[in-house]
């Protein structure tokens, strides 16, 4: 990838499969010239001489026999997504037409682009950062609002400023360290021990507190997870089948039938979350069902939301109510399972006692039925999103990898404090501490990607997809 900018790649880049339209982009110095070679426009006008940002109509001419409607946007260097020239084709979505369109780009010059090579040439180019490039990749992922979410943060650019202004001020700090070696012999001190320990130390404090308040990306990548707990026998292997429209869990009226955690995507508004199945809790002094009602109450304190599952005709409905206030659980709903076994007035009047509980909203279904199924996952999609949205939309979003580069640049910091000190005047300590202010901006340009290495973009870029 990072031998061959010099030449023009094409990939498709519509989804995978068959659709009503089907992408071939081009990007590169030739992607022009390429394009007038397989591609047959209405207007007499050369495209080498059409303008960027211009749509035309015409034919993506296969082969002699064979032509195919098509739009041509042209995109010029260097207003485009990777600050080259780029052409991208329009035509059906058949995934035989868009291989074929392949193979004449390719007999033109063109060469198939390799996974995230067209965000990488926006890196290169100078277009993006390596944070709003790794955004660009948790786009592609997405599968659910809190993920697009979760990604359009990360491009806003607010860690690539943050780093830039830490950085500035150690450069300045480098600066100063480095002048009082180049003027050794002369009486003049630039910086003193202490004032660099106030400096730095203020940098280091800024970055800790940018780890502690920071959340990781990788969180915001997952499914949420939403437990189903309940008594045994509440219907909760029921209600897994129902929203997971499979039949995931065994449904038996024996009580203990689930004894392992059970998992399913299920669909909510316009995206996915993990449903699990779980075992009923009880007092049940068996020794396999005690050790399922615990990995059960466990699971419960890890996942985004619990839906406690009541059977409505249970005499005791607020027997799950203190083990519930016990556990550290983020956020809950009440699910008032088989009321298709009351009387309306019987079923009005517990779910009034259920909202007595205080226990979390109160949604009324029939898993064997499949009444309040819909308004359930609705609910669900609701409480999501607004632990989404209740998370301050001015905290730092991080990678793993930029955690680690951070978490490094603050242990060369630390280092080059203590070296200083001991230290009566800089330069006693001079290139020791300048070798670990270079270390820890080193570690922070490699979050933005200002200093990278082949290894740690290839393993950036790997996550895309072939086309973007």
């Given at each position: 990838m990072l031998e061959r900018t010099n030449e023009t790649i094409v990939a498709v880049s519509s989804a995978p499969g068959r659709g009503a339209v089907g992408i071939v982009r081009l990007s590169g110095p030739c992607a022009l010239s390429i394009a007038r070679?397989?591609?047959?426009?209405?207007?007499?006008?050369?495209?080498?001489?059409?303008?960027?940002?211009?749509?035309?109509?015409g034919d993506v001419v296969i082969d002699d026999d064979l032509r195919l409607p098509a739009s041509i946007y042209l995109f010029r260097a260097p207003h485009s997504y990777t600050r080259e020239d780029i052409v991208e084709i329009q035509t059906i979505g058949s995934p035989p037409a868009l291989e074929m369109l392949l193979g004449r780009a390719q007999a033109a010059g063109a060469v198939l682009a390799e996974a995230g090579e067209f965000t990488a040439r926006a890196f290169f180019n100078g277009a993006m950062d390596?944070?709003?490039?790794?955004?660009?990749?948790?786009?592609?992922?997405?599968?659910?609002?809190?993920?697009?979410?979760?990604?359009?943060?990360?491009?806003?650019?607010?860690?690539?400023?943050?780093?830039?202004?830490?950085?500035d001020e150690l450069a300045e700090?480098?600066?100063?360290?480095?002048?009082?070696?180049?003027?050794?012999?002369?009486?003049?001190?630039?910086?003193?021990?202490?004032?660099?320990r106030d400096r730095i130390g203020s940098v280091t404090n800024k970055l800790k507190e940018s780890l502690r308040t920071s959340q990781?990306?990788?969180?915001?990548?997952?499914?949420?997870?939403?437990?189903?707990?309940?008594?045994?026998?509440?219907?909760?292997?029921?209600?897994?089948?129902?929203?997971?429209?499979?039949?995931?869990?065994?449904?038996?009226?024996?009580a203990g039938t689930t004894r392992d955690i059970l998992t399913a995507s299920i669909r909510i508004g316009r995206g996915e979350a993990l449903l699990m199945d779980s075992a009923g809790v009880d007092q049940s002094p068996d020794d396999i069902i005690a050790q399922a009602r615990a990995l059960t109450l466990s699971a419960a304190e890890r996942v985004d939301l619990v839906c406690v599952v009541i059977d409505l005709t249970d005499r005791k409905l607020d027997a799950l109510a203190a083990t519930v206030r016990s556990l550290d659980v983020p956020t809950?709903?009440?699910?008032?399972?088989?009321?298709?076994?009351?009387?309306?007035?019987?079923?009005?009047?517990?779910?009034?006692?259920?909202?007595?509980?205080?226990?979390g909203p109160v949604h009324t279904t029939s898993a064997t039925e499949g009444t309040g199924i819909e308004n359930l996952r609705d609910a669900i999609a609701d409480a999501l999103g607004r632990i989404e949205r209740t998370t301050s939309q001015d905290v730092v979003l991080l990678s793993d990898r930029q955690r680690r580069a951070i978490d490094a640049a603050c242990v060369a910091l630390q280092r080059a404090g203590k070296l200083s000190e001991n230290a009566t005047e800089m330069i006693d300590c001079a290139d020791l501490v300048a070798f670990e202010l270079r270390e820890a901006l080193d570690e922070l340009a490699s979050v933005t990607g200002d200093v990278s290495t082949e290894d740690l973009l290839s393993h950036v870029f790997a996550n895309f997809c072939i086309g973007k």
């Open positions: 070679k397989i591609v047959r426009t209405c207007t007499a006008t050369p495209i080498s001489a059409v303008p960027g940002a211009t749509r035309l109509s390596l944070t709003k490039a790794e955004a660009v990749a948790g786009l592609i992922r997405a599968q659910s609002d809190t993920q697009l979410r979760a990604a359009r943060r990360l491009m806003d650019g607010r860690l690539a400023r943050q780093t830039v202004d830490l950085r700090c480098l600066a100063l360290v480095e002048a009082d070696i180049d003027f050794s012999e002369e009486p003049i001190e630039f910086i003193t021990p202490r004032a660099l990781s990306v990788e969180r915001f990548e997952q499914l949420p997870h939403v437990l189903l707990l309940g008594r045994p026998n509440a219907g909760k292997s029921s209600l897994m089948n129902r929203l997971s429209e499979t039949r995931r869990a065994i449904c038996e009226a024996a809950t709903l009440v699910v008032a399972n088989k009321c298709d076994l009351l009387g309306a007035t019987d079923a009005a009047r517990n779910v009034e006692r259920l909202e007595a509980l205080r226990l």
